[in-house]
T-cell receptor
Framework: DAGVTQSPTHLIKTRGQQVTLRCSPK?????VSWYQQALGQGPQFIFQ???????QRGNFPDRFSGHQFPNYSSELNVNALLLGDSALYLC??????????????FGEGSWLTVV | AQTVTQSQPEMSVQEAETVTLSCTYD???????LFWYKQPPSRQMILVIR??????QNATENRFSVNFQKAAKSFSLKISDSQLGDAAMYFC?????????????FGTGTLLAVQP
């Protein structure tokens, strides 16, 4: 049973560029969320996707956008990259049914370095 | 808004000994879930233990147990018989029970070192 998979593992981008990160949820899961984890900090919630729509959003600017596909996989897009966007980006998945009672599973993350 | 605070940036324990990691939180909600996640150098967040706020009994998972004090809004993690593989960053996290939300609110983490 494949867990949450993310790609790429590492990437380096230049300020002002755009980046796309990808996530495949754990088999059977229908909800995907994205988190940003800066060095030495706890993860911060970016947004959540369910039924191909953004359902909840954290305190992140519009430069952060996402998409969920019919197969439940998801993308995180960040435009006009800033040095402060350098972080580990974690994808998490769960089943919406049962809401807070369901376990959230995380991928290993994508390390983004902006230079 | 809910907040989670971990006041111990680093902790150290001898192998086979017991260590307790602290976590406090703030919320006006009555129903919620609390979690401890472990993040080893591989970076993947691994669920260690969870507690439902409506349950008075403290959760246990093998060598891991929690002390949940709802009135004090305190949620500590006790690791018994510590092993070298327990060395990692530990995060306390909060999740609302209402609505279909995956939003976890994390603390800043405690880095646990296990000395042989």
């Amino acid at each position: 049973d494949a867990g949450v998979t993310q790609s790429p593992t590492h990437l380096i981008k230049t300020r002002g560029q755009q980046v796309t990160l990808r996530c495949s949820p754990k088999s059977g899961h229908d909800t995907v969320s994205w988190y940003q984890q800066a060095l030495g900090q706890g993860p911060q919630f970016i947004f959540q996707y369910y039924e191909e729509e953004e359902r909840q959003r954290g305190n992140f600017p519009d430069r952060f956008s996402g998409h969920q596909f019919p197969n439940y996989s998801s993308e995180l897009n960040v435009n006009a990259l800033l040095l402060g966007d350098s972080a580990l980006y974690l994808c998490a998945s769960s089943l919406v049914a049962g809401a807070g009672g369901n376990t959230i599973y995380f991928g290993e993350g994508s390390w983004l370095t902006v230079v | 808004a809910q907040t989670v605070t971990q006041s111990q940036p680093e902790m150290s324990v001898q192998e086979a000994e017991t260590v307790t990691l602290s976590c406090t939180y703030d919320t006006s909600e009555s129903d919620y879930y609390l979690f401890w996640y472990k993040q080893p150098p591989s970076r993947q967040m691994i669920l260690v233990i969870r507690q439902e706020a409506y349950k008075q009994q403290n959760a246990t998972e093998n060598r891991f147990s929690v002390n949940f004090q709802k009135a004090a809004k305190s949620f500590s993690l006790k690791i018994s018989d510590s092993q070298l593989g327990d060395a990692a960053m530990y995060f306390c996290a909060y999740r609302s029970a209402g609505g279909a939300t995956n939003k976890l609110i994390f603390g800043t983490g405690t880095l646990l070192a296990v000395q042989p």
